[in-house]
């Protein structure tokens, strides 16, 4: 084999340049300096529910639903807000099956989340239908997952949580029938009783899938749940 061969190779099995830009990258982060600073970070975000908000919102600012809303989940953290480039990456790997992209996602995620005071005890990635999960070959929150749970030494379940109802796209939906179409949407195999658990997803865009499944788990004794994901939706329609 030939060197220019063998390096196109390792190009495509082992990609070292810039997921966006192409240019050399970090092999840790695998975007250029520039690229990744350049990264819709979602630094200003509700603690609750990860809403984006503005710049001069302090690390304590709630966004107005969460203000009076109670929500089965205690924190939502979500590395990027979702939209130009973040959108194309999750798209990518969601739809046009580029599972190179999982690591450089969930690096982002541990970024996000840096060094954590104390672990949960449990990931769980939301839980695609077996009908979409036959047709995508693979989950992409389990992947995401994967690679945190590896990072940070906790366990994940993909067999937990099922999915058991097919259910419509959420955006085609108003908020009523969004609850709706997502009722008892999810079942949980199993005893959760007293764990603090983390749902693993890769974009947060209603809130609705989180929502429910987090009702899901705590009838199922979860004490504490948090929510981990690549990217927000910047409105909360
Ligand atoms: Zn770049
Ligand atoms: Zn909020």
């Known amino acids: 084999m030939n060197s220019s061969w063998l390096q196109f190779l390792l190009k495509h099995i082992y990609p070292q340049n810039c997921l966006l830009c ?27 529910c990860a809403l984006p908000l503005p710049a001069d919102a302090t690390a304590e ?9 109670r929500l089965p989940y205690a924190s939502c953290h ?16 969601k739809f046009r099956h580029q599972l190179h992209l999982t690591a450089p996602l969930a690096r982002l995620i541990i970024d996000r989340l840096g060094e954590l005071d104390s672990l949960p005890d449990l990931l769980l990635p939301v839980p695609l239908h077996q009908q979409r999960m036959r047709e995508r070959g693979f989950n992409q929150a389990q992947e995401l997952g994967r690679v945190l749970a590896k990072h940070y030494g906790i366990p994940l379940d993909g067999r937990l949580v099922k999915r058991i109802r097919e259910t419509k796209a959420q955006s085609d939906l108003s908020e009523p029938l969004r609850r709706n179409n997502l009722r008892h949407a999810f ?3 199993g005893s959760l009783q007293g764990s603090r658990v983390v749902i693993v997803d890769d974009v947060v865009t209603t809130g609705s ?14 004490a504490e749940i948090s929510v981990w994901a690549v990217a927000r939706s910047v409105a909360d329609r």
């Open 22 to 48: 192409g240019a050399d990258a970090d092999p840790k982060s695998r975007f250029c300096d520039p690229c990744y600073s350049s990264l819709p970070f979602n630094h200003h975000a509700c603690p609750r």
């Open 61 to 69: 600012t709630r966004c107005g639903a969460c203000l009076n809303k």
């Open 78 to 93: 979500t590395a990027l807000r979702y939209e130009p480039p973040s959108n194309h990456l999750i798209a990518q790997l």
């Open 187 to 189: 079942r949980v195999h």
């Open 209 to 222: 899938t989180i929502h429910e499944m987090s009702k899901t788990l705590k009838r199922s004794g979860a």
